[in-house]
């Protein structure tokens, strides 16, 4: 069975510091790791996935990611908040199994950008 | 030129009711999901299809039956609604090894 837990439900930043995301994975086989990230009334947009290639992870909207083996971790980061970040971020897991792939996702953290 | 779409984007309901909510794509992917995401923001896994063919049924109850007329398309069809049935249900393709979402379909059941 896989899991993932985003620690904090809320985060706030100011505009223009560093954003970071947590994201912690419980997988028995090698993982696949995405962010989506949810604007209110709006469907999931992929922000970036690592699949088992580079362990840094560049996305769009300057965001990036770090697969972390040995901290079973894939954290979220953007050096500088920009207003339009305020979302709610989802971090999931999925193992490679052709046709029987299925996204386990975490809770959500929901980012505020403090002016 | 949407990658996934779904109609409708709102469905108000009354308890007892059937609906159904369609879903497309033009990725030209074999592999199409619905999710279910709660009051509480919580994504959940219902089905899966590849090809026209299930392949992931999430225990999900038997009022809810997906159906696939080509792998183009994925609809998904609610008999007898429920209160606890309101929600957004979100469809997704799969290709490049990532899943790619609808815009979502928020139903209410009054």
């Known amino acids: 069975a896989q899991s993932v837990t985003q620690l904090g439900s809320h985060v706030s930043v100011s505009e223009g510091a560093l954003v970071l995301l947590r994201c912690n994975y419980s997988s028995s086989v090698p993982p696949y790791l995405f962010w989506y990230v949810q604007y209110p009334n709006q469907g999931l947009q992929l922000l970036l996935k690592y699949t088992s290639a580079a362990t840094l992870v560049k996305g769009i909207n300057g965001f990036e990611a770090e697969f972390k083996k040995s901290e079973t971790s894939f954290h979220l980061t953007k050096p500088s908040a920009h207003m339009s970040d305020a979302a709610e971020y989802f971090c999931a897991v999925t193992s490679p199994n052709f046709g029987n792939e299925k996204l386990t996702f975490g809770t959500g953290t929901r980012l505020t950008i403090i002016p | 030129d949407t990658a996934v779409s779904q109609t409708p984007k709102y469905l108000v309901t009354q308890m007892g009711n059937d609906k159904s909510i369609k879903c497309e794509q033009n990725?030209?992917?074999?592999?199409m999901y619905w999710y279910k995401q709660d009051s509480k923001k919580f994504l959940k896994i219902m089905f899966s299809?590849?090809?026209?063919?299930?392949?992931i049924n999430e225990t999900v109850p038997n009022r809810f039956s997906p159906k696939s007329p080509d792998k183009a398309h994925l609809n998904l069809h609610i008999n007898s609604l429920e209160l606890g049935d309101s929600a957004v249900y979100f469809c997704?393709?799969?290709?490049?090894?990532?899943?790619?979402f609808g815009p979502g379909t928020r139903l209410t059941v009054t």
């Open positions: 299809y590849n090809n026209k063919e299930l392949i």
């Open positions: 990725l030209g992917h074999d592999t």
């Open positions: 997704a393709s799969r290709g490049d090894r990532a899943q790619y």
